[in-house]
């Protein structure tokens, strides 16, 4: 029998979907279907598949061919996000294989963090009785900023190794 799970996960809280994802798959319960903020998992074999996220940059049938190729399903997609796995051979599922690639991935992921609280921050200080756009804009850019430091530091450290 499958179980469904309602769940709200924020935009820049993507590896802490993935850790979810993975813990749940440890419990034998495997990602079928994605959903907004719904989750559709079928009963399998503890542990077996491995999870990632990724915000792509646009759709790119050949991109994700090459990740079926290299052994990595697509299990699901929510707007730009798609749901990633694996089969469990023991190590970490990566996706990116070095700094500028996961420094790409965080930019993406800013860039329409910023995008949406500009918009809502623009509508609550344009139009009467926005005060929920005001607050929503500047919760998703105060949200965001964590990463947006996560990221500085990962583009600093990695120009000091340069």
């Known amino acids: 029998m499958n179980k469904v799970v309602h769940k709200v996960f924020l ?14 798959s440890r419990q034998g319960w495997q990602l079928r279907r994605v959903g ?3 989750y559709e998992f079928e009963p399998g074999e503890p542990g077996r598949w491995q999870y990632q996220l990724e915000m792509l940059q646009k759709n790119d049938p ?3 061919a ?3 190729d290299t052994g990595i399903q697509v299990v699901g997609r929510l707007f730009r996000w798609v749901y990633l796995r694996r089969e469990n051979d023991g190590t970490p599922f990566e996706l990116f294989s070095d700094t500028d690639s996961i420094l790409r991935h965080m930019d993406r992921v800013l860039t329409l963090c910023y995008l949406l609280g ?4 623009f509508l609550g ?3 009467p009785y926005s005060l929920i756009n005001l607050v ?3 919760a998703i850019c105060l949200g965001a900023l964590p990463l947006a ?7 600093r450290r990695r120009k000091m190794q340069e």
Request: hydrophobic residues 50%; glycine residues 4%.
């Open 11 to 24: 935009l820049w809280d993507w590896e802490k979907e993935a850790a979810w994802l993975n813990e749940m």
């Open 36 to 38: 907004w903020c719904r």
């Open 62 to 64: 050949d991109y994700l």
């Open 66 to 68: 090459f990740l079926e």
């Open 118 to 121: 500009g918009i809502n921050l």
């Open 125 to 127: 200080a344009s139009a």
């Open 136 to 138: 929503l804009g500047a």
């Open 149 to 155: 430091l996560r990221r500085h530091r990962l583009a």
